[in-house]
C-alpha cells in the first residue's frame, strides 16, 4: 500500500503563525506523521513517505532549525525556490519516475498550487485524498477534509477587542497622522488576528453625531468620516453607539468588558484600544478572572500610569497601523492622494469647511475672516461639536493645503486656496444645485422645488458632467442633503397634491443666507431665465449621449407596440418605466423622455383611470412627428428583416442579421435587444446567440401586412 503525506512547511508556519499557535516544531512534525500513518492503516510510520516541501531559505526566517528538526521527524526536505513551481517540482521529483498509483494521498497545505497535485498525482480507482487545512479546498466533493486543528488536538487563544474609536482617532490626529480609514481597519483586525482566534471586535463612537470624529480618509483619499461605522461593520467590528463626551465611551467600554468577561465563554485574552487611565478598575478585576489584557494606545497620548504599569502588556497603535503623517502630504496635490481621479466626489467635512467659510465671508463682505471666526462659524452651524475639534479641523486643512494661513497684527487669518480641487469642485457643485433651485422658483413662479424634480435636473446639468461628478442619484442626494446640512438649502415634507394623506419632500433655498449668497437666476439674451437644459430658448447646442438615443428609440417602440395590440391611445409612463427599467442606467429614462417632449415626439398628459380614483401620468407617440416616424420606419426594417431570415428558413442569429440589414455592431446589438424585450425574438433555449421569430405576435403581423400590401 503506498501512501505519501506531503506539507507546505512554509505555509503551515506562517498560518500557525497568524493563529498565534505556540507550537514545539518536533512535536507539530511528529503528530502529523502518525497521525496519517494512523489514517491511511500503515503498520508504521515507516512505511508512510512524509515530504515537507519549502523554499528552506524564506522558512529559516521562521525557525532557523526547522529544516533538521522536521528531518529528525522522520520527514524528507525537498526545496524549491519559487512557490509557483512547487507542484511542478513535486511531480518531477517523485511522480514522474515512479507513475505507480497511490493508495493514499494526503496534504498539508491551503495554496492552490500544491492543491492541483490532487488533479495530477496518479491514483488508485479507490484512493483516497485527504486535506487538513484552515478552511476546505473548492471542488472538495470527493475529498476527506479535516481541520488542521482537529488533526493536531492544538486550540489557540481567543480574544475580544474594544475599541475607543473616538479616542483613538482624536489621538492620532493630534501626533499628526493622517487617519486612513481602511489601513486603520485593516491594521486593528490584523493585529488582533495575531494574537489568536477573534471573538468580538466593537468600537464605540458617537456614530452619526455630526462633527464628532476627526476627517478620515480612505485609500483612494476621499474623506469619509460619515462612512466610517458601515465600514466597521462589513468589517465585522461592531460600531457601538455612545453619547458625546468624555466619559461616555469609557463607561460603555467598562461596562461590556466587565459582563463579557463574567460569562463561561468569554475570551481568553481582552484587547482594550485606548489610551485613557479610567479602565484600571477593569484591568484589575480582568486580571482577577485570569484574563491577559493588552492596552492599544498611540504615543505622546497614553496615559503613564498605564505605560508604567507592569501587569499590562502596552503596544502603540501608530507602529502597527503605517499610518501617514500630515506633514508628509503638505504641497501634494489632490491627484497625488487626496482625490482620485474618477472616484465620486462625495461631501465631508473639508466640504463643510469651505461652504462655512464662503457663508461667512460673505455675509461679513471681507476678503478673508480670522481663524477663531471661522471657528466660530463652524460651532454655530454644529459642523463640529467643540471649539477644539474646529481649531483641529481648520489647521489640518491648512497641512493639506485646502486653506492657507496668514498672521498679520497679532491675529490668523484663513483663505481657501482656490485652486485646490476640493475647494474648486465644494464650490463647482454647490452653485450648480443652489442655482438649479433658484432657477426653478424664478421660471416656474413655484415657492418649492420637488425632490425628485430636482434630482433630475441636476442630473442633466452639463456644468458637472467632470469626472467625479454627477455620478447617479445616490450621489445628487448626498449632495442636496449636504447643503440643507449646511444651511443652503431647507427640506421640507408636505401633503401630495392628489393624495393629502402622503408627504412628499421637497426643496426651498434657505431665507437666511447673506444677500450676496444668494444665486441669480441666469437670463439668456435679456429673456426669462430657463430651469431646463432642453428649454428652446438656450443658445448652446446639446449633444444627446448614444445611452438617451438608444433608450428613446426604446420608449417610442414600446409606446407604440402598446397601445397599438390595446388599442390605447396612451401607455403609463410608470409602467413604461418598469419595463425599461434594465436599460436605464439612473436618468436615462427621464432624459429620453425629456428630449422626445422637447422633439415633440411623444406626448405627456393626465389621464383618467378606470382603475384608480386618481389621474395617472401617461405618455403617447405623436403620429404626426418626424422623429418617431423615423425610429418606426427602423424598427419596421428591422423586423421586414427577420421575416426575410424566417421564410427561407435561414438561421436567425447576429450574423445573419447583420448580412440582411448591413447594420453596425451597436446598432444590431440595440435592435436584437429590443426586438427581445419587446417579446418579437426569444433566444432559443441551449443554444446560445441563436432566436426564434414570434411570427404572430401582433407588430410583426402588422409590418407583415403593410409589406405584402406595398
Known amino acids: 500500500m503506498s501512501a505519501y503525506l506531503i506539507v507546505d512547511i512554509e505555509d503551515l508556519l506562517l498560518g500557525l503563525q497568524r493563529r498565534a499557535f505556540a507550537i514545539d516544531l518536533y512535536d507539530l512534525a511528529s503528530r502529523l506523521r502518525s497521525t496519517a500513518a494512523l ?135 493630534e501626533q499628526g497622522y493622517a487617519v486612513n480609514l481602511d489601513r486603520l481597519i485593516e491594521g486593528l483586525s490584523a493585529h488582533a488576528k495575531a494574537h489568536g482566534q477573534i471573538i468580538k471586535m466593537a468600537a464605540y463612537a458617537p456614530w452619526g453625531k455630526r462633527g464628532s470624529l476627526p476627517p478620515l480618509i480612505d485609500s483612494s483619499g476621499r474623506e469619509v468620516s460619515d462612512e466610517a461605522s458601515s465600514r466597521l461593520a462589513l468589517a465585522n467590528i461592531d460600531p457601538v453607539f455612545n453619547l458625546p463626551g468624555k466619559n461616555s465611551a469609557d463607561m460603555r467600554i467598562a461596562k461590556d468588558v466587565l459582563a463579557d468577561s463574567a460569562q463561561s465563554n468569554s475570551a481568553d485574552i481582552f484587547i482594550i484600544a485606548s489610551g485613557d487611565r479610567d479602565f484600571n478598575d477593569v484591568f484589575s478585576a480582568l486580571r482577577g478572572r485570569n484574563k491577559q489584557v493588552i492596552v492599544w494606545g498611540v504615543r505622546g497620548s497614553t496615559s503613564r500610569m498605564l505605560e508604567n504599569n507592569p501587569t499590562l502588556q502596552v503596544e502603540y497603535l501608530d507602529d502597527f497601523l503605517g499610518l501617514p503623517r500630515y506633514d508628509s502630504l503638505i504641497g501634494q496635490t489632490a491627484a497625488a492622494g487626496l482625490l482620485s481621479g474618477n472616484a465620486p466626489f462625495t461631501p465631508s467635512q473639508w466640504s463643510s469647511l469651505i461652504l462655512q467659510y464662503d457663508r461667512l465671508v460673505t455675509s461679513m463682505g471681507a476678503p478673508e475672516v480670522t481663524l477663531e471666526a471661522l471657528q466660530e462659524q463652524l460651532q454655530e452651524m454644529h459642523a463640529v461639536v467643540s471649539a477644539a475639534r474646529a481649531r483641529d479641523l481648520i489647521m489640518q486643512a491648512v497641512a493639506l493645503g485646502i486653506l492657507r494661513l496668514q498672521q498679520r497684527d497679532g491675529l490668523d487669518f484663513v483663505q481657501p486656496v482656490d485652486e485646490h480641487p476640493i475647494v474648486e469642485r465644494t464650490r463647482l457643485v454647490r452653485n450648480r444645485i443652489a442655482l438649479r433651485v433658484a432657477n426653478t422658483l424664478e421660471v416656474r413662479g413655484w415657492e418649492y422645488v420637488n425632490y425628485g424634480f430636482l434630482l433630475k435636473g441636476i442630473a442633466m446639468d452639463r456644468e458637472l458632467d467632470k469626472p467625479g461628478l454627477n455620478v447617479d442619484d445616490a450621489w445628487r442626494s448626498e449632495w442636496v442633503d449636504c447643503l440643507v446640512r449646511e444651511g443652503i438649502l431647507i427640506r421640507e415634507m408636505i401633503p401630495h397634491r392628489q393624495n393629502p394623506e402622503d408627504l412628499v419632500p421637497v426643496i426651498k ?182 432566436y426564434s421569430l414570434f411570427r404572430t405576435h401582433h407588430t410583426v403581423n402588422l409590418v407583415a401586412e403593410s409589406r405584402d400590401q406595398a
Open 39 to 173: 489514517v491511511a492503516g500503515l503498520i508504521s510510520a515507516e512505511s508512510l513517505q512524509a515530504i515537507a516541501a519549502a523554499n528552506w531559505e524564506k522558512v529559516q526566517a521562521l525557525n532557523s532549525s526547522a529544516q533538521q528538526i522536521l528531518q529528525g521527524a522522520g520527514f524528507q526536505t525537498f526545496d524549491v525556490a519559487e512557490r509557483t513551481q512547487l507542484a511542478e517540482a513535486l511531480m518531477a521529483r517523485y511522480f514522474s519516475a515512479d507513475p505507480q498509483p497511490l493508495d493514499e494521498l494526503i496534504l498539508v497545505a491551503t495554496s492552490p498550487e500544491v492543491l492541483s497535485l490532487i488533479e495530477r498525482v496518479p491514483l488508485r480507482k479507490n484512493a483516497r485524498v485527504r486535506v487538513w487545512a484552515d478552511n476546505p479546498p473548492a471542488n472538495a466533493e470527493s475529498i476527506i477534509y479535516q481541520p488542521l486543528e482537529t488533526v493536531l488536538g492544538i486550540q489557540s487563544k481567543t480574544v475580544a477587542l474594544y475599541i475607543d474609536f473616538e479616542n483613538i482617532a482624536i489621538s492620532l490626529n
Open 509 to 690: 433655498l434657505a431665507p437666511d443666507l447673506p444677500p450676496m449668497a444668494r444665486p441669480q437666476p441666469l437670463a439668456i439674451n435679456g429673456s426669462k431665465p430657463s430651469y431646463d437644459d432642453l428649454d428652446s430658448s438656450s443658445t448652446q447646442i446639446v449633444k444627446r449621449d448614444l445611452e438617451t438615443e438608444e433608450m428613446m428609440k426604446r420608449i417610442v417602440v414600446s409606446v407604440d407596440q402598446f397601445t397599438s395590440y390595446r388599442n390605447f391611445t396612451w401607455c403609463p409612463l410608470g409602467s413604461l418605466h418598469r419595463r425599461l427599467r434594465p436599460f436605464d442606467s439612473g436618468v436615462t429614462f427621464q432624459r429620453a423622455v425629456e428630449w422626445l417632449q422637447e422633439l415633440g415626439a411623444v406626448k405627456i398628459a393626465e389621464y383618467d383611470n378606470p382603475e384608480s380614483p386618481y389621474k395617472t401620468k401617461g405618455i403617447s407617440v405623436v403620429a404626426e412627428s418626424s422623429t418617431a416616424q423615423e425610429i418606426l420606419r427602423q424598427r419596421n426594417a428591422f423586423i421586414q428583416a427577420l421575416l426575410r431570415l424566417y421564410e427561407q428558413r435561414i438561421p436567425i442569429n447576429a450574423a445573419n442579421v447583420a448580412r440582411e440589414t448591413g447594420l453596425s455592431n451597436p446598432e444590431l446589438a440595440l435592435w436584437l435587444s429590443i426586438m427581445e424585450s419587446e417579446n418579437v425574438l426569444n433566444p432559443v433555449h441551449g443554444k446560445a446567440g441563436l
